[in-house]
């Protein structure tokens, strides 16, 4: 669809909804000088399905497998910030029982390798760069093997709940989650070759849409964003949760604050995620609950509170505030996610002077979700 | 966070306040010095991230309230400032000229609570919403059963019945005190 | 830009020679992870269909449909799934009050009509079905808790030596809590003779509604009180959250709601129609069965006498439950409000036969619960004895302050509730007590908690002994003589074991009494002969229709005498029956007629 603007010669596209190129389900209006993007709008609402509002007419167990739908690649950090913050506000956290805390970092982690392992692809994939996507969403499949049989589902796990978690490992499960770690680590060099020493990745993503450093603090970017300008600032790190206190790792930064700097944090925070997993399950308790008693809950109530919540996920940070009233049902809650910023004011600033060919790695760059965005 | 909220109090005036975690407090505080309390903790205080702007509907009291949490990059602590402004024509100072990305915020709470921002750059234009006829929808008093009732037909032929009223009912189950 | 960079991609080429990760389109029918969740199963002999795998779907996929009849402890209605909404979160199987909801690993299934994808999981047959793989709950892991609030009693020790009430009841905070246990399926509705509305009064109880609370409770029991502290509770036998786990603590809550307050009539304000005024009915018997005509009647402007033998109302539940279960304040509570209803009491007072023909003259309606009275004879040798006596008779010359004495030692014959209270009042006056019976422990008619209380309080029972026959010994005492006896099958398919005495062996016991409470039978010498004659059945019952009125028109019956379980909620079930029963007989403009 195009649309000539007499007025200043500018030519307007609309970029997506239905475009390979674009992340998800949404659509960046464009005016364009030649191929020179001069301005940009982003448009969302194509995937709004009211999560927000759902939740507030639910009991808080029925918001419970609503709330993974947020996100399709990284269901289990809105798992777990809901439970945290409904656990915090209800006092049920004193309970959470130690097995669950380290089953809870577990499955985080091994959310964030899923999901790094798939926009990783999509880096190349966006600039054309055919079988690495391929190869990526592959590894990507073995984790979810994992994920199906610890939490009976593949994509949307419903696993984090409040008090602890669903269910406990199943008998071997740290074998074979090492055999997975093993073939993802063992595809990486190959996929180093293929991106990172590709002409073309190099080329195309080198001195590309860079995020100036004045604007990492006052719009509130986060995530391998602001980490690829060399700020080392991870929710893990700075406000520490469950047991990432207790792991030991470094912060990844790059310098450049383009969209290679931004896929090299990428790759080095898969090979961090595999370490991670590792720590996590030599250190998992071998016995013990792994869930909190928890209060009938058809009827539960919890009392009148507000809290903030936040969490590092693959794409920054993921935060829930939540309002509870007293009653059976949450008052309100408001998911914060990443996207929200990189995804409409920040790419809106990123657009003016970039090509339109580097719109579609910019915005993968950037890990725009649309779900976070509208929820 | 103490020491941040005994200063706002001897600042701005009768507060309320709590310790929420060791690092997140909130604040509530009268709509009309809201925007100056975040402006000097923008300013002279590091609190210089938004990160979020969000609005909660307290029908029973007729109120809503707007929440901004900012974050302090140095110390990573949070502070969430609350303050009611009444249901009727809500309106709220904007922030949009503190922190751009308020504009997205301000745009999303003015569609789907109705409060306005006046000046704020992109009030009324729809951001999630096409068409919307309805009242805002993140309204308490918006009936969602109702919309889905009308817009949405449900599947034919399913009937549920409700376990506990059924038994009444089969078992004849009767009071005696009232008709 | 180097050479390097323009070679090194090509290094994907060695991929072209390894092992490919994916799948092979053949293999691809790979069954689910050991616990996927995938279509569900229900093995529906296990349902009850309480309905909280529907309530706690937040789709509403779930529909309860009636797959069969209902009766007490099943709802007959089984969840029906629409997978057009199915979110497969399995929070429904991990509700399940039975546990026979789960789900299967099965990934796949194709169907070329949606309809059929919407079933009844084990009653629409599925290739799934017996699966033993898939989502199922687990230990460790619930939505309902399981485990109820502990009641606070007295020490067994100390309770042997007063008469205070054992159980010292729900604090507001415990009460609560144990009241949010509740899933409000209703089960406990059917079974309850009274259909009282449970699920209503223990959610205002968790809702610290407790004047709520006891308006549910008083809209179809008037002695609520008497219940929450003596009631056999077969809601609690059904309560669906008591098949995996403890029963709610229905009677307890009821007790605690009616014990948060002094006066009921302060809470109470029934708004019935007064269409009464002017009737007047006539109660002979003043037990469960008779307050709650007279309490109900009264309210709707009848005007009502209660006629009973004793210096208190109550019936049994005065004579027979010891005090320490049920504490004379909390009947006289309850009397005071049918007080206050404006039911005349008469009390110290037995109806004999010309005074029942001038009732029938007098009354619109009459209706008597007169209960059983008599007791069973034990039927062997020694019986006559002096020291041989009838719990009944103890209980109530105990009860109505008589005094009583049963010596060092007593043998109480008899597995049922009345033995039960014979041998803890027994213990309370100083004796050391034996309960004999027929049968094996689990077989006794007595409530499980009761034989428990008794045994703390050092009873000894004896199962599986048949009485021979009783001596008197030459030091005074009383020898009684028992066998031991094995249990046979039933002599009908469905029916309990037998006992059979195993001859050639007897055993002896020293006592200064032998307590006998096998049971006991209602009593006519009241009654006219021309009532008796139409109203008892030649087996010593009494039949009445469905609306609690028996072969004479006029004459409604109610309580132990009708019914075949005698408890009080039966009882006060009949009276229910009889209220309206007697409302809509005395309203068409019929009189008692003397047929």
């Given at each position: 669809?195009t649309e000539t603007?007499e007025r200043?010669?500018?030519?307007?596209?609309?970029?997506?909804?239905?475009?390979p190129?674009i992340?998800g389900?949404?659509?960046?209006q464009?005016?364009?000088?030649?191929?020179?993007?001069t301005?940009?709008?982003t448009?969302?609402?194509?995937?709004?399905?009211?999560?927000?509002?759902?939740?507030?007419?639910?009991?808080?167990?029925?918001?419970?497998?609503?709330?993974?739908?947020?996100?399709?690649?990284?269901?289990?950090?809105?798992?777990?910030l809901?439970?945290?913050a409904?656990?915090?506000?209800s006092?049920?956290?004193r309970?959470?029982p130690e097995k669950?805390?380290?089953?809870?970092t577990l499955v985080?982690?091994?959310s964030r390798?899923?999901a790094m392992?798939?926009?990783l692809?999509g880096h190349a994939?966006?600039m054309g760069l055919?079988p690495?996507?391929?190869w990526?969403?592959?590894?990507r499949?073995l984790v979810l093997?994992r994920?199906e049989?610890?939490?009976?589902g593949?994509?949307?796990h419903m696993?984090?709940?409040?008090g602890g978690?669903?269910?406990?490992?199943p008998e071997?499960?740290?074998e074979r989650m090492e055999?997975?770690?093993k073939t993802?680590e063992?595809?990486l060099?190959?996929?180093?070759?293929?991106?990172f020493?590709?002409?073309?990745?190099?080329?195309r993503?080198?001195?590309?849409?860079?995020?100036?450093?004045?604007w990492?603090?006052?719009?509130?970017?986060s995530?391998?964003?602001?980490?690829?300008?060399?700020?080392?600032?991870?929710?893990r790190k700075?406000?520490?949760y469950?047991?990432?206190?207790?792991?030991d790792f470094d912060v990844?930064?790059?310098?450049?604050s383009?969209?290679f700097?931004?896929a090299?944090?990428?790759?080095?925070e898969i090979q961090?995620?595999?370490?991670l997993i590792r720590q996590?399950?030599?250190?998992?308790p071998?016995e013990g609950?792994y869930?909190?008693?928890?209060?009938n809950?058809?009827?539960w109530?919890i009392p009148?509170?507000?809290t903030y919540v936040?969490a590092e996920?693959?794409?920054g940070?993921m935060?829930?505030y939540?309002v509870?009233?007293?009653?059976?049902?949450?008052r309100?809650?408001?998911?914060r996610?990443p996207?929200?910023v990189?995804?409409?004011?920040?790419l809106?600033?990123?657009?003016?002077g970039?090509?339109?060919a580097?719109?579609?790695?910019?915005?993968?760059?950037?890990?725009?979700?649309p779900?976070e965005?509208?929820r | 966070?103490k020491?941040?909220?005994k200063?706002?109090e001897e600042r701005?005036?009768p507060i309320?306040e709590r310790?929420?975690r060791?690092k997140?407090a909130q604040v509530?505080?009268?709509p009309?010095k809201?925007?100056?309390?975040?402006?000097?903790l923008?300013?002279?205080?590091?609190?210089v991230?938004?990160?979020?702007?969000?609005?909660?509907d307290?029908i029973e009291q007729g109120?809503f309230?707007?929440?901004?949490l900012l974050?302090n990059?140095e110390?990573?602590e949070?502070?969430?400032?609350c303050?009611r402004?009444?249901?009727?024509?809500?309106a709220?100072?904007t922030?949009?000229?503190l922190?751009p990305?308020?504009v997205?915020?301000?745009?999303?709470?003015?569609?789907?609570f109705?409060?306005?921002?006046?000046?704020?750059p992109r009030?009324?234009?729809?951001?999630?919403l096409e068409?919307w006829k309805d009242?805002?929808p993140?309204r308490r008093?918006f009936?969602?059963?109702?919309?889905?009732?009308?817009?949405?037909?449900?599947r034919?032929g399913?009937k549920h019945i409700?376990t506990?009223?059924?038994?009444?009912?089969k078992?004849?189950?009767?009071g005696?005190?009232?008709? | 830009?180097s050479?390097?960079h323009v070679?090194q991609?090509?290094?994907a080429w060695?991929?072209a020679?390894?092992?490919?990760y994916?799948?092979p389109m053949?293999?691809?029918m790979r069954p689910?992870?050991?616990?996927?969740r995938?279509w569900h199963?229900?093995?529906?002999?296990?349902?009850?269909?309480c309905g909280?795998?529907?309530?706690i779907c937040q789709?509403?996929a779930i529909?309860m449909?009636?797959?069969?009849?209902?009766?007490k402890g099943d709802?007959?209605l089984?969840p029906?799934?629409?997978y057009?909404r199915?979110c497969w979160?399995a929070?429904c199987?991990d509700?399940c009050?039975?546990g026979?909801?789960?789900?299967?690993n099965e990934y796949?299934?194709v169907?070329?009509d949606?309809?059929?994808c919407?079933?009844?999981?084990g009653?629409?047959?599925?290739?799934w079905?017996?699966s033993?793989?898939?989502w199922r709950?687990e230990e460790?892991f619930?939505?309902i808790?399981?485990d109820?609030v502990p009641?606070?009693?007295?020490?067994?020790?100390e309770r042997i030596?007063?008469w205070?009430e054992?159980?010292?009841g729900y604090?507001?905070e415990e009460?609560?809590?144990?009241?949010?246990?509740c899933?409000?399926?209703?089960l406990c509705?059917?079974?309850c003779?009274?259909?009282?509305?449970i699920p209503d009064?223990i959610g205002?109880?968790?809702?610290g509604?407790?004047?709520?609370?006891?308006d549910?409770?008083?809209?179809n029991?008037?002695?609520p009180?008497m219940c929450?502290?003596?009631c056999?509770?077969?809601?609690?036998g059904?309560?669906?959250v008591g098949?995996q786990?403890?029963?709610l603590a229905i009677?307890?809550?009821?007790?605690f709601?009616?014990?948060q307050f002094e006066?009921?009539a302060?809470?109470?304000?029934p708004?019935?129609?007064?269409?009464g005024e002017?009737?007047?009915?006539?109660?002979v018997?003043g037990?469960?069965s008779?307050?709650t005509?007279?309490?109900?009647?009264?309210v709707r402007?009848?005007?009502?006498t209660?006629?009973e033998a004793?210096p208190?109302?109550g019936?049994a539940?005065f004579?027979g439950i010891p005090?320490?279960r049920f504490?004379?304040?909390s009947?006289?509570?309850?009397v005071?409000?049918?007080?206050k209803?404006?039911?005349?009491?008469v009390?110290?007072?037995?109806?004999e036969k010309?005074?029942f023909r001038?009732?029938?003259?007098?009354?619109?309606?009459?209706?008597?619960?007169?209960?059983?009275?008599?007791?069973?004879?034990?039927?062997v040798?020694?019986e006559?004895?002096?020291?041989?006596i009838?719990a009944?008779d103890?209980?109530r010359?105990h009860?109505?302050?008589?005094?009583?004495?049963?010596?060092?030692?007593?043998?109480v014959?008899?597995?049922?509730n009345?033995?039960i209270?014979a041998s803890r009042?027994?213990?309370?006056?100083?004796?050391?007590v034996?309960?004999?019976?027929?049968?094996r422990r689990?077989d006794?008619?007595?409530d499980?908690?009761?034989i428990?209380?008794a045994e703390?309080?050092?009873?000894?029972?004896?199962t599986q002994?048949?009485?021979l026959r009783?001596?008197?010994?030459?030091?005074?005492k009383l020898?009684f003589?028992?066998g031991?006896?094995e249990?046979?099958?039933p002599?009908r398919?469905?029916?309990?074991?037998k006992?059979?005495l195993i001859?050639?062996?007897e055993?002896?016991?020293?006592v200064d009494?032998?307590?006998?409470?096998?049971?006991?039978k209602?009593?006519?010498?009241w009654?006219?002969?021309?009532v008796?004659?139409?109203v008892?059945t030649?087996?010593?019952?009494v039949?009445v229709?469905?609306?609690?009125?028996?072969?004479?028109?006029g004459?409604?019956?109610?309580g132990?005498?009708?019914n075949?379980?005698?408890?009080?909620?039966s009882?006060i079930a009949?009276g229910l029956?009889?209220?309206e029963?007697i409302?809509q007989f005395?309203l068409?403009?019929?009189s008692?007629s003397?047929?």
């Amino acid at each position: 669809m195009t649309e000539t603007r007499e007025r200043s010669k500018e030519v307007q596209i609309w970029f997506g909804p239905q475009h390979p190129g674009i992340t998800g389900n949404m659509s960046v209006q464009t005016w364009l000088d030649g191929d020179t993007l001069t301005r940009g709008i982003t448009h969302v609402g194509y995937l709004h399905r009211a999560f927000e509002k759902l939740m507030e007419r639910r009991l808080y167990i029925q918001s419970f497998p609503i709330v993974c739908r947020i996100c399709v690649p990284e269901p289990d950090t809105n798992e777990w910030l809901l439970a945290s913050a409904l656990e915090e506000l209800s006092g049920l956290d004193r309970e959470v029982p130690e097995k669950a805390r380290w089953i809870r970092t577990l499955v985080l982690e091994m959310s964030r390798l899923g999901a790094m392992l798939m926009v990783l692809g999509g880096h190349a994939g966006s600039m054309g760069l055919g079988p690495a996507p391929q190869w990526m969403i592959a590894l990507r499949d073995l984790v979810l093997d994992r994920f199906e049989e610890l939490t009976g589902g593949r994509v949307y796990h419903m696993y984090i709940v409040y008090g602890g978690v669903r269910r406990d490992l199943p008998e071997g499960f740290a074998e074979r989650m090492e055999q997975t770690l093993k073939t993802i680590e063992s595809k990486l060099p190959l996929i180093d070759d293929v991106i990172f020493g590709s002409a073309v990745f190099r080329k195309r993503a080198m001195g590309v849409g860079v995020v100036p450093r004045e604007w990492a603090f006052e719009m509130g970017i986060s995530g391998p964003v602001i980490r690829a300008m060399g700020i080392p600032k991870d929710v893990r790190k700075d406000e520490p949760y469950e047991k990432y206190a207790e792991l030991d790792f470094d912060v990844v930064t790059e310098e450049g604050s383009d969209i290679f700097a931004r896929a090299m944090v990428r790759r080095r925070e898969i090979q961090q995620s595999i370490d991670l997993i590792r720590q996590i399950l030599a250190r998992m308790p071998k016995e013990g609950p792994y869930c909190a008693e928890l209060p009938n809950m058809l009827e539960w109530t919890i009392p009148v509170g507000q809290t903030y919540v936040r969490a590092e996920s693959s794409r920054g940070e993921m935060g829930y505030y939540v309002v509870t009233d007293g009653s059976k049902k949450l008052r309100r809650v408001h998911v914060r996610g990443p996207s929200y910023v990189h995804g409409v004011s920040l790419l809106e600033r990123l657009i003016p002077g970039t090509n339109i060919a580097d719109l579609a790695p910019l915005m993968v760059s950037l890990q725009v979700c649309p779900p976070e965005i509208e929820r | 966070m103490k020491e941040i909220l005994k200063e706002i109090e001897e600042r701005f005036g009768p507060i309320w306040e709590r310790v929420q975690r060791p690092k997140l407090a909130q604040v509530g505080i009268e709509p009309a010095k809201a925007v100056p309390l975040l402006t000097w903790l923008k300013e002279h205080r590091g609190y210089v991230t938004l990160v979020h702007l969000s609005a909660v509907d307290w029908i029973e009291q007729g109120e809503f309230q707007l929440t901004w949490l900012l974050g302090n990059p140095e110390t990573e602590e949070r502070l969430m400032i609350c303050s009611r402004i009444d249901r009727e024509n809500p309106a709220a100072e904007t922030v949009s000229g503190l922190w751009p990305q308020a504009v997205t915020y301000e745009q999303e709470i003015n569609e789907m609570f109705g409060v306005s921002f006046p000046g704020s750059p992109r009030q009324g234009v729809p951001f999630i919403l096409e068409g919307w006829k309805d009242i805002p929808p993140m309204r308490r008093d918006f009936d969602t059963v109702a919309f889905v009732e009308k817009h949405i037909p449900g599947r034919e032929g399913r009937k549920h019945i409700d376990t506990r009223t059924y038994i009444g009912e089969k078992f004849g189950e009767k009071g005696y005190l009232h008709d | 830009m180097s050479l390097k960079h323009v070679l090194q991609p090509f290094n994907a080429w060695v991929q072209a020679f390894s092992k490919p990760y994916t799948i092979p389109m053949k293999d691809t029918m790979r069954p689910g992870a050991d616990r996927y969740r995938g279509w569900h199963i229900n093995d529906v002999e296990k349902c009850v269909g309480c309905g909280t795998c529907a309530d706690i779907c937040q789709n509403a996929a779930i529909d309860m449909v009636p797959v069969k009849d209902p009766v007490k402890g099943d709802s007959g209605l089984r969840p029906k799934i629409d997978y057009g909404r199915c979110c497969w979160c399995a929070l429904c199987v991990d509700v399940c009050t039975t546990g026979s909801l789960g789900m299967s690993n099965e990934y796949t299934w194709v169907e070329k009509d949606p309809e059929k994808c919407r079933y009844t999981p084990g009653v629409d047959a599925k290739p799934w079905d017996g699966s033993e793989k898939g989502w199922r709950q687990e230990e460790g892991f619930s939505l309902i808790v399981k485990d109820r609030v502990p009641m606070p009693m007295l020490d067994p020790k100390e309770r042997i030596k007063t008469w205070a009430e054992v159980v010292v009841g729900y604090s507001v905070e415990e009460a609560r809590k144990e009241a949010a246990r509740c899933v409000s399926c209703g089960l406990c509705v059917a079974a309850c003779p009274a259909h009282m509305h449970i699920p209503d009064y223990i959610g205002a109880i968790r809702d610290g509604d407790f004047e709520k609370a006891l308006d549910f409770i008083y809209d179809n029991n008037p002695m609520p009180e008497m219940c929450g502290k003596v009631c056999t509770r077969r809601c609690e036998g059904v309560c669906s959250v008591g098949i995996q786990g403890e029963p709610l603590a229905i009677r307890w809550l009821k007790r605690f709601a009616t014990e948060q307050f002094e006066d009921f009539a302060k809470v109470l304000h029934p708004e019935v129609k007064r269409v009464g005024e002017g009737k007047k009915v006539a109660v002979v018997g003043g037990g469960p069965s008779g307050v709650t005509v007279a309490y109900y009647l009264a309210v709707r402007g009848f005007e009502v006498t209660i006629y009973e033998a004793l210096p208190q109302l109550g019936g049994a539940t005065f004579f027979g439950i010891p005090k320490y279960r049920f504490p004379m304040p909390s009947l006289e509570k309850q009397v005071d409000l049918l007080k206050k209803a404006g039911v005349k009491i008469v009390t110290d007072h037995r109806v004999e036969k010309d005074e029942f023909r001038r009732l029938l003259e007098e009354n619109d309606a009459l209706f008597f619960g007169t209960g059983l009275m008599k007791p069973y004879k034990l039927g062997v040798p020694g019986e006559d004895l002096e020291g041989v006596i009838y719990a009944l008779d103890l209980l109530r010359d105990h009860h109505v302050g008589k005094k009583v004495e049963v010596g060092e030692s007593v043998v109480v014959v008899g597995g049922g509730n009345v033995a039960i209270d014979a041998s803890r009042v027994s213990r309370r006056l100083g004796a050391e007590v034996t309960i004999a019976y027929r049968r094996r422990r689990e077989d006794m008619p007595a409530d499980d908690e009761e034989i428990e209380d008794a045994e703390a309080e050092g009873i000894e029972l004896v199962t599986q002994s048949i009485p021979l026959r009783v001596e008197k010994l030459e030091n005074g005492k009383l020898d009684f003589i028992w066998g031991p006896a094995e249990m046979v099958p039933p002599d009908r398919p469905g029916g309990r074991p037998k006992p059979k005495l195993i001859e050639g062996v007897e055993n002896h016991l020293q006592v200064d009494r032998v307590i006998v409470a096998i049971g006991q039978k209602g009593e006519f010498e009241w009654m006219p002969e021309e009532v008796a004659e139409k109203v008892v059945t030649s087996r010593g019952w009494v039949e009445v229709d469905e609306t609690g009125m028996t072969q004479w028109p006029g004459i409604f019956a109610g309580g132990d005498l009708v019914n075949s379980t005698a408890d009080a909620i039966s009882a006060i079930a009949d009276g229910l029956k009889a209220v309206e029963g007697i409302q809509q007989f005395t309203l068409e403009g019929l009189s008692v007629s003397k047929s």
